[in-house]
T-cell receptor
């Protein structure tokens, strides 16, 4: 089992460019999440998906869009990147209810720099 | 509003000693969960332990235990017999049982183990 995989691992963008971060899990989990981690801080929830076809906003959704393509895949899109979106992005998945009492399994992260 | 506080930005501990990492929280919900994750310098997020608000016993997982004091709203992580490999960032996070939008991470504690 690969667990949670994310692509790419690193990305540098110029202000105003767009890109999509990909995430896939092979654990048959219902719930998936996107977080960002800024230097010296904890993770902040951007968006989550409780099941295929549903998505909901987290704490910091502005500037992002998401798609739950199927049960395995959950993508995060930056339509017009800004320097404030420079961060490490983590995807996670969990069984059962989104935000419930189940362990979240995290991907290795994508380090994004916006110049 | 929900809130998580980790008051120790950094700690140094001698190898083989026990260490307690503090986590206090504030929520008006009756049903919630508290998680601890470890983030080594390599960046991945590793699940350590979980405590549910209705759990009567303190959670334990190997060398990790959780000192859960519900009335004081604290969920401190205790690591017994610390090892050099325990050097990492440690995050506490609060999850409401039915809404992932209210997931909140603490700012973390950087633990350094001295040989």
């Amino acid at each position: 089992n690969a667990g949670v995989t994310q692509t790419p691992k690193f990305q540098v963008l110029k202000t105003g460019q767009s890109m999509t971060l990909q995430c896939a899990q092979d654990m048959n989990h219902n719930s998936m999440y996107w977080y960002r981690q800024d230097p010296g801080m904890g993770l902040r929830l951007i968006y989550y998906s409780a099941s295929e076809g549903t998505t909901d906003k987290g704490e910091v959704p502005n500037g992002y869009n998401v798609s739950r393509l199927n049960k395995r895949e959950f993508s995060l899109r930056l339509e017009s990147a800004a320097p404030s979106q420079t961060s490490v992005y983590f995807c996670a998945s969990s069984d059962g209810l989104a935000g419930g009492n189940n362990e979240q399994f995290f991907g290795p992260g994508t380090r994004l720099t916006v110049l | 509003a929900q809130k998580i506080t980790q008051t120790q930005p950094g700690m140094f501990v001698q190898e083989k000693e026990a260490v307690t990492l503090d986590c206090t929280y504030d929520t008006s919900d009756q049903s919630y969960g508290l998680f601890w994750y470890k983030q080594p310098s390599s960046g991945e997020m590793i699940f350590l332990i979980y405590q549910g608000s209705y759990d009567e016993q303190n959670a334990t997982e190997g060398r990790y235990s959780l000192n859960f004091q519900k009335a004081r709203k604290s969920a401190n992580l205790v690591i017994s017999a610390s090892q050099l490999g325990d050097s990492a960032m440690y995050f506490c996070f609060l999850s409401r049982g039915s809404s992932a939008s209210k997931i909140i991470f603490g700012s973390g504690t950087r633990l350094s183990i001295r040989p």
